[in-house]
């Protein structure tokens, strides 16, 4: 089992900034990658960024420029550095891992975006 906790969620008007995290505890040995991925209200679940063990990384082209992922291997953190935000940001952002063949998500942390 791995535990993940998002935090650093919150109201910010466009053109602001964030920065999300997310810690993983538990059975953290065999986790393979982890990412960030958000809801909008009324839509589907979508990735947001990826980054795998080896510190490449993957980005939505919506957020490519704006949103920067990385690790923290030895606080077994990770971190999504939102710039530029937009009002289509506004979502529940998830943080993801798999290991060992299953998939863990956090609870979710909101992110507010105000015109």
């Known amino acids: 089992q791995v535990q993940l906790v998002e935090s650093g969620g919150g109201l910010v008007q466009a053109g602001g900034s964030l920065r999300l995290s997310c810690a993983a505890s538990g059975s953290i040995f065999g986790i393979n990658g982890m990412g960030w991925f958000r809801q909008g209200s009324g839509k589907q679940r979508e990735l947001v960024a990826l980054?795998?063990?080896?510190?490449?990384?993957n980005y939505a082209d919506s957020v490519k420029g704006r949103f920067t992922i990385s690790r923290d291997n030895a606080k077994d953190t990770v971190h999504l550095q939102m710039n530029s935000l937009k009002p289509e940001d506004t979502a529940v952002y998830f943080c993801r891992t798999v290991a060992g063949g299953y998939v863990f998500w956090g609870q979710g942390t909101r992110v507010t975006v105000s015109s």
């Open positions: 980054i795998n063990n080896s510190g490449d990384t």
